[in-house]
């Protein structure tokens, strides 16, 4: 397995722009795909806006900025991923999605390139089963907002080689990121511990015992929490969050991971959160 030098990242959104800010900022280069370009320049200037965030509080230098920005380029389409030695898809949370992407991905990649997928939630024996490398395809999960957030899954499929893990951790080691491998259950182990906490918030505003501001106040004053279970929720994205509630409740079988039912209302309106402008909160 040859070393990697270009990562192609599947997604320019939330959790996709967020990979090419740490990896472009490793020094790797990166080649960012979305189905627009028009997406893919919001993407890039969304990274360009979050390292000028780093460059104002003194973390970062601006030349490193615009070294790591220059070094993002977008691919317009599939076969601009041909030479890349990495590709992380990091696209919606939908198995449909994802195996079409890889259907069309495959046949344009290096036959040795590595394939990895940023799913918080489903089966990564499945998904490596529907491409043509499943011995070189790893799930790396990396949590939101990536540039400060430390850790990062690492989940083998069943076909998956040594040699694709430890080309998997080094990669992640060498973005400054701590690991923690999973195995390939349904939403491995943050989100199979974090989702039915934020679906339990819901249920309790569900139920009337608290408002959204007295829910996420009892859990930032009263455990400690960064963020309250709600904002979370906006912030994850409220579709993602009904998506990994699906897959624990068919994977698990247990009504215990059933999705609230204002969650599933909140994603029928459309309101998904922070990047619709409205949740829980509003953003407008
Ligand atoms: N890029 C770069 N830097 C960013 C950033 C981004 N996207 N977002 C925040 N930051 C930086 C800010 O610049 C700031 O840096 P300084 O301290 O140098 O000023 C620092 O992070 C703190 O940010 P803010 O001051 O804006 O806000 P905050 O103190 O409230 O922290 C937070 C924001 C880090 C997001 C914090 O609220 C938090 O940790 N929230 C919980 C996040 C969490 O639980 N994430 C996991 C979600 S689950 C997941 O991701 C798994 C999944 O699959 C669904």
Not at 40 to 55: F, L, P, Y
Not at 192 to 207: G, K, Q
Request: charged share 20%; net charge negative.
């Amino acid at each position: 397995m040859g070393k990697i030098g270009t990562v192609g990242i599947i997604g320019a959104g939330q959790m996709g722009g967020g990979i090419a800010h740490v990896a472009a900022l490793a020094g790797y280069d990166v080649l960012l795909y979305d189905i627009s370009k028009d997406r893919i320049e919001k993407g890039i200037a969304t990274v360009s806006g979050n390292m000028a965030r780093q460059v104002a509080s003194g973390k970062m230098p601006e030349q490193t900025r615009n070294a790591a920005v220059g070094r993002i380029r977008p691919a317009e389409t599939m076969q601009d991923l041909a030479g890349a030695d990495l590709v992380i898809e990091a696209a919606t949370e939908d198995e449909t999605v994802k195996r079409k992407i890889f259907q069309q991905l495959c046949p344009v990649l290096n036959p040795e390139a590595l394939l990895a997928t940023n799913t918080s939630s489903i089966s990564i024996t499945r998904m490596a089963a529907s491409t043509d490398r499943p011995e070189r395809f790893i799930g790396i999960h990396f949590m939101n907002p990536v540039p400060v957030m430390k850790l990062v899954e690492l989940v083998r499929g069943i076909a998956t080689v040594d040699q694709t893990f430890e080309a998997a951790k080094a990669f992640v080691h060498s973005l400054d990121k701590t690991i923690t491998v999973a195995e390939d259950f349904p939403a491995f182990i943050v989100n199979r511990i974090l989702l039915p906490m934020i679906n339990e918030a819901i249920y309790v505003l569900y139920e009337g015992v608290g408002t959204v501001e007295g829910i996420d106040t009892a859990m930032k004053l009263g455990a400690n929490h960064p963020m309250g279970p709600l904002q979370l929720a906006d912030f994850i994205g409220l579709d993602t969050c009904l998506s990994i509630m699906q897959v624990l409740h068919d994977g698990l079988s247990d009504t215990k991971y059933r999705p609230c039912p204002l969650l599933v209302k909140y994603v029928e309106a459309g309101w998904l959160g922070r990047k619709a402008g409205r949740g829980f909160y509003d953003y407008r």
